[in-house]
């Protein structure tokens, strides 16, 4: 399989060889496909109500064959090795295909967990295979410490390792935590998988014409920057 990334983000095109297959979750993404017709298989998916019990549609592709996915504006789709001990846990919205023979897993979280994150399941593949992961920006990866927490914005995270310590903590000076948004505080052993574009527009505020007194009160006022837009 080859996932080919053009430069101007907006679509990727999947190349299929005669063995390949793919396993895409949202096949409405699909908005061209070359080959025969046979090599698309679509099924009703459920998986045990990882969402609020809904079943989705997912399509089997095989090779030879070609297609373009379409992506929302301002997203893009990175490719992620899964290997055989992989314990990522994925947010499923995040994910978009799976290379074929992977296993997929519904990992129901600790009590705390949930209230922290507010998701009861989270996904977990082990492979070796592949992933189309996508995300708002890019993505990036971090390598988790035992000693030396993470901080990471509480809408950026798509993935992190299952044995992750988790809590809900901000940082920096009395200024810095009541301006900021909630971080989740992680330690532990592995990589986590951030999406780096949700928060861009806030570097527009500067060239936004807002006005100096508005721009002032977001950044002194506790929580300014949610309340005032």
Known sequence: ??????????????????????HVLHPGAIIAYQGSPEQ????????????RKKKWLRALLSGPSEFIIGLPPGCSLA????????????DYRHVLYFTDGMQLKNVIQKI??????????????TGPGELGIITSGDIAVLQLDKEQPLYVN???????PAN?????AVYGNQLSSQSMNVQWKISGD????IQTGLHGKELEHPLQNDGFFKRLLREVLPFGSVYIK
């Not at 996932?3 to 101007?8: R, V, Y």
């Not at 090795?81 to 994925?90: E, K, Q, T, V």
């Open 112 to 125: 705390k967990n949930v209230w922290i994150t507010r998701e009861l399941i989270r996904m977990r593949f």
């Open 79 to 90: 490719t992620v090795a899964i290997g055989p001990d992989s314990d990522l846990l994925f």
């Open 1 to 22: 399989m080859e996932a080919t990334f053009p430069a101007a983000i907006g679509h990727v095109k999947v190349t299929l060889d005669e063995a390949d297959k793919l």
């Open 164 to 168: 992750a310590s988790i809590q809900l």
């Open 190 to 193: 592995g990589p986590v998988l």
């Open 40 to 51: 698309r298989q679509d099924h009703f998916m459920n998986l045990a109500g990882v969402y």
């Open 154 to 160: 509480s809408s950026s995270l798509v993935a992190y």
